[in-house]
């Protein structure tokens, strides 16, 4: 609240402000991602540009003159900002980026816009999941996954990486939360590691917990896409910070206010790794520092 509460402060608010930033709730990532984003558009350098930033509820009922451009950040800014346009809102010609979104969660709504939508994805890219496993766990691939409704489309891609690489895969479908165990008991009779995806189906408050003592139990490490899930007991997680998304999203908004037009959606460009030392030990695995494996993850994705 405190970090929330400087921000406005900061902001020098204004009712034609060219950019507003959109929170989905206070404090937390939420707070740091616009934190980093207005820094990065109200640098001394930086093309003059006027921003307003505020929980999305308080934008939208207070919105003045509309804006250039929406960031919003987190799924219910999106989620409501868009419903607010297809009710003929006073900003539902406006376009909208969205960051800190699940691609999924992003597609099922960005159709429903009634102007120009893009995003800043929270997910990686299929291939730095595996290259990352690769560099951390070579001894290990065999690679299980579960698949919801929202994950389920990338299940050939992930397949055809992982042969690219040696490695096999064994998914299993999850429908519904009755699926779900005796999917991942299944799974975890032939697979070496599980890879979380980002699901609300299949990885969520309610799940997580059990998902983890089943995996530790059966000494299979889980790999996961935010760092929330290491603290809980994920061997590795893969991910991009909140000020790893607002670097990327800025040089969107600057490209957007020099020629009006968005740049396509995007996955992120930027990452970090983290590990937890204490689960890797207990099974048995030696992990290389997760700083180093970022740079090496860095390395082979640089253009040669």
Request: overall charge neutral; proline content about 7%; charged content about 20%.
């Amino acid at each position: 609240m405190l970090l929330l509460t400087g921000l406005r402060a900061g902001a020098a608010l204004a009712d034609d402000a060219g950019v507003w930033l959109a929170l989905s709730e206070n404090g937390g990532p939420y707070a740091e991602a616009a934190h980093a984003l207005r820094d990065e558009l109200t640098t001394p350098t930086a093309r003059r540009t006027e921003v307003r930033l505020g929980l999305w509820q308080e934008l939208l009922a207070n919105p003045g003159r509309p804006p250039q451009l929406i960031v919003t950040i987190g799924a219910a800014a999106y989620r409501g900002v868009i419903e607010d346009a297809q009710h003929g809102g006073a900003t539902a010609n406006v376009p909208v980026l969205a960051i800190l979104v699940p691609r999924a969660f992003y597609e099922s709504l960005a159709p429903k816009a009634r102007a120009p939508t893009s995003a800043v994805f929270l997910d990686q890219p299929l291939t730095r999941f595996l290259d990352l496993l690769r560099l951390a766990m070579p001894e290990r691939k065999r690679i299980g996954v579960l698949l919801g409704p929202e994950s389920a489309p990338q299940s050939a891609a992930l397949a055809k990486a992982a042969g690219a690489r040696g490695m096999q895969l064994f998914a299993a479908q999850v429908g519904s939360e009755d699926e779900l165990y005796p999917a991942l008991r299944n799974i975890l009779t032939d697979a070496e590691v599980l890879l979380a995806l980002p699901d609300s189906r299949v990885f969520n408050t309610g799940s997580l917990q059990n998902i983890l003592i089943t995996t530790y139990r059966q000494r299979v490490p889980l790999v996961a896409f935010a760092p929330g899930y290491v603290k809980a007991g994920a061997a590795l997680a893969l991910y991009s910070s909140p000020t790893q998304a607002a670097d990327q999203a800025a040089a969107m908004v600057r490209a957007f206010l020099g020629s009006h037009a968005l740049a396509a959606p995007q996955l992120p460009s930027d990452f970090s790794v983290a590990v937890n030392e204490r689960v890797a030990r207990s099974l048995g695995l030696i992990i290389a520092d997760p700083d180093d494996l970022g740079e090496l993850l860095r390395r082979q994705e640089a253009p040669r």
